[in-house]
């Protein structure tokens, strides 16, 4: 029977899934519950030292469509199928010191599982520097097998967090320089898709140091508003903000942000996320080089598993290794990057007639 241990940026997981940094991992009871369905690892709700207030309506909805009346929305219908999720939700509002002793009990009640803590600080200053290094530190202390730095929050005010400053490599070297030199487990970087510097951005951080790449964190969006209400589908007092769209709907950008890096970074590691619902989502991720699933909202969705995929991680195993072993592969490298090559330049795709000169007149 196929294998699906997977050796990725020097850690052992039982099987390559994970549940990416979100409401699945926000909590200690939350986690034990996915470690017990079976998820291969977790990277925690991201953790900081600001203060963190959510806006005072939902965080998060999810948006579906129909057959009937295909257009996308919240509101309930008959016979719908899962389109995105839409959030504005902040980083996790329980305080370091109480996040601590829990991942101490995660690791000594599942050891065989990976978690990763994903943390969030500021830059620009030698204590926001310090800060990473604080966060870093004490979650390793408490037993976390790696590190994600969050560089890809879509929906911050503060301009030297999050998303707002995953364009900056003199920033993203940083970052990775004061957290490498705090700790020695690997450290992952998750940026965010909605840059068209992100190729850029992601080998600053390979060669500062980084492990891996962790990609996509959600698409900046905003919610649809309603015809009939002129209400948006989420809103507070009238208002609303850029927020991140995740699920099935960004499905094909992650994958073609993923093959970016991969292509330009064949040998470093890529950390898949965006959109997978189910084995085929995955296999595509892995196809284009990564060595690793995250997954946040499908989990999110599935009813009677308190939010952590129980079902889902069930099916994503025993289709996977239903697949390797018709395959006959015995571990997901068998596989993985094979799409890598096949991505090419448009000129390089064979026309129906050689009169093609890439757009440009052929020389007579
Ligand atoms: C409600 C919600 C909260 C999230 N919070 C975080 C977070 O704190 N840190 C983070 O790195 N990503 C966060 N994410 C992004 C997810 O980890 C993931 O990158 C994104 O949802 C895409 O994966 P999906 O298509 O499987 O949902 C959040 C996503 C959702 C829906």
């Known amino acids: 029977m196929a294998s699906l241990k997977t050796r990725f940026t020097d850690l052992d997981f039982v099987n390559p899934f994970v549940l990416a940094s979100a409401p699945p991992t926000e909590s200690k009871r939350k986690i034990l519950r996915a470690f017990e369905a079976g998820w291969g690892g977790v990277v925690t709700k991201t953790i900081g030292l600001h203060p963190v207030e959510n806006v005072a309506g939902p965080r998060t909805i999810f948006q579906r469509s129909s057959v009937e009346k295909p257009y996308v929305s919240r509101n309930k219908r008959a016979d719908t199928v899962s389109h995105s999720s839409w959030n504005w939700e902040l980083i996790s509002d329980q305080p370091l ?65 999050g998303a707002n400053i995953a364009n900056d490599e003199d ?35 390979y060669e500062a140091g980084a492990a891996a790449i962790s990609l996509c964190n959600t698409f900046p969006s905003l919610p649809l508003m309603d015809p009939e209400t002129d209400k948006f589908e989420v809103e507070v007092d009238g208002l609303v903000t850029s927020g991140g769209l995740g699920g099935l709907a960004i499905l094909h950008q992650a994958l073609q942000r993923v093959s970016d890096i991969s292509k330009a970074y064949p040998d470093q590691a890529i950390s898949g996320i965006g959109g997978i619902r189910g084995f085929r989502e995955a296999y595509n991720f892995i196809v284009h080089g990564a060595g690793n699933l995250q997954v946040c909202t499908a989990a999110m969705e599935e009813k009677g598993s308190g939010g952590v995929g129980v079902k889902l991680i069930q099916e994503l195993t025993e289709d996977l290794r239903d697949y390797m072993d018709r ?38």
């Open 171 to 205: 920033i993203i070297r940083s970052i990775l320089g004061a957290v490498t030199a705090a700790v020695s487990v690997p450290i992952w970087v998750k940026l965010t898709p909605s840059t068209s510097t992100l190729v850029d951005a992601a080998g600053a951080a």
């Open 97 to 161: 010191e109480l996040w601590l002793p829990d991942l101490e009990e995660l690791k000594a009640t599942y050891p065989d599982r990976m978690l990763i803590a994903s943390i969030m600080a500021g830059a620009g200053t030698e204590e926001e520097m310090r800060n990473w290094q604080k966060l870093a530190q004490a979650c390793v202390n408490s037993g976390c097998d790696a590190i994600e730095l969050n560089m890809s929050c879509p929906h911050m005010d503060r301009k030297d967090m």
């Open 327 to 364: 395959k006959g592969y015995s571990s997901i490298e068998d596989f993985r990057g094979i799409a890598r090559d096949r991505i090419v330049e448009h000129s390089q795709v064979r026309r129906k007639s050689d009169a093609y000169n890439g757009g440009y007149e052929i020389a007579s």
